[in-house]
C-alpha cells in the first residue's frame, strides 16, 4: 500500500509539472517546442501514457487497452490540432477542435476512462487529459486569447469575487425554491483554506480552462460574445446531468439549470479579462460554500 501511495504522489508531482509550466511560462514553452521537428512534436505526447504505466503496475490493474489509449489518444489530440492550426491559421475554429472536445468532454462526463484507474484516484485520470489538451492547444495549435495564465493579478480576485456575489443570492434562493440545497450549520474555520484550494485546482481549473477558455473562446470567434456565452453556459449545464442523482432519477434537471445559470456568470468573470483565474475563483467559491454550508 506504501508503494501505491509513493506511485500516485509521483504521478500527481508528474502529471501537475506540465500544467504549471503552461499556466506560468506557456508561449515561452510553445515557442522552445516550436523549434522541434514537427513529427517530435507530435508524437511527444505519447509519454502521457506514463502515469498510467506507474499507477496501473502500483495497483496491479495494468492493462494493454488502457495504456495504448493513453499513449495513442494524446498523440492523436497532437495530430489533429497540427491539421486544425494549418487549415485555419485566424484560429476562428475547426471541425477537429470541436471533435476533440466533444470526445474529451464526453469521457468525462459519461466516465468512459474511469475502469482503467483506481477508484480512489479517477482524478488523476481526468487531469492527464487536461496535460494532453494543454500541449494540443497551447504548443501545437497555439490557440490565443485563452487567459490560462496563473500570475495572479488582483483584478482576478476583483472580478472572481464580484460574480460570486452577484451569483450567491441568485443560486441560493433558486436551490432552496427547487429543493436542491439543504443548509446545514457550520462555522468558519481554517480547514476551509486547504478545501477551497483542492476546489479551485482539481475541479474550478480545469473545468473553466476547458469551457471558458477553449468552448467559450472558439464560438466567440464564430457566434459573438452573448450567444457563445450563453451556448457555453448551457454546455457546462448539461455537463452536471448525471451529477449528485436523486435515487431512481436519469437526468439531474435541477443541477442542470443552476449549472447553466451558473455557467453565466463564470463566463463573464473569464471574459472581462479572458482571464482563467478570475472565473476558476468563481467557480470554486461557489462549490466550497456549496460543500461548506449546504
Not at 490557440?143 to 480576485?157: E, I, P, Q, V
Amino acid at each position: 500500500m506504501q508503494n501505491a501511495t509513493s506511485a500516485a504522489l509521483a504521478v500527481l508531482a508528474l502529471e501537475l509539472t506540465p500544467a504549471l509550466a503552461f499556466g506560468l511560462a506557456g508561449e515561452r514553452v510553445a515557442q522552445a517546442c516550436a523549434r522541434w521537428p514537427s513529427t517530435l512534436r507530435t508524437i511527444l505526447p505519447a509519454l502521457c501514457v506514463l502515469p498510467y504505466v506507474l499507477i496501473s503496475y502500483s495497483h496491479q490493474m495494468f492493462s494493454w487497452k488502457w495504456c495504448a489509449l493513453y499513449a495513442l489518444l494524446p498523440v492523436a489530440i497532437a495530430w489533429l490540432l497540427a491539421q486544425a492550426a494549418t487549415v485555419d491559421p485566424e484560429q476562428r475554429g475547426n471541425w477537429r477542435d470541436a471533435v476533440i472536445l466533444l470526445i474529451l468532454g464526453l469521457a468525462v462526463d459519461l466516465r468512459w476512462f474511469e475502469p482503467a484507474w483506481p477508484g480512489n484516484l479517477i482524478g488523476l485520470g481526468k487531469l492527464l487529459l487536461v496535460d494532453a489538451a494543454l500541449y494540443g492547444f497551447v504548443v501545437i495549435r497555439r490557440l490565443t486569447g485563452t487567459g490560462f495564465d496563473f500570475h495572479f493579478r488582483w483584478s482576478d480576485w476583483k472580478t472572481g469575487l464580484r460574480e460570486l456575489a452577484f451569483f450567491a443570492p441568485i443560486v441560493i434562493a433558486g436551490g432552496l425554491a427547487l429543493g436542491f440545497l439543504h443548509p446545514h450549520h457550520g462555522a468558519l474555520r481554517l480547514s476551509m483554506i486547504p478545501a477551497w484550494i483542492y476546489i479551485f485546482i482539481f475541479i474550478a481549473v480545469p473545468e473553466e480552462l476547458f469551457f471558458r477558455a477553449w468552448v467559450q473562446n472558439l464560438l466567440e470567434r464564430r457566434v459573438g460574445r452573448r450567444i457563445a456565452l450563453a451556448i457555453t453556459a448551457v454546455l457546462f449545464g448539461l455537463s452536471h446531468f448525471n451529477k449528485r442523482l436523486m435515487p431512481f432519477a436519469r437526468f439531474n434537471w435541477r443541477y442542470v439549470l443552476l449549472a447553466s445559470v451558473a455557467g453565466i456568470f463564470y463566463g463573464r468573470a473569464w471574459r472581462e479579462q479572458r482571464r482563467v483565474p478570475a472565473s476558476a475563483i468563481t467557480h470554486a467559491s461557489v462549490d466550497a460554500i456549496w460543500s461548506f454550508w449546504f
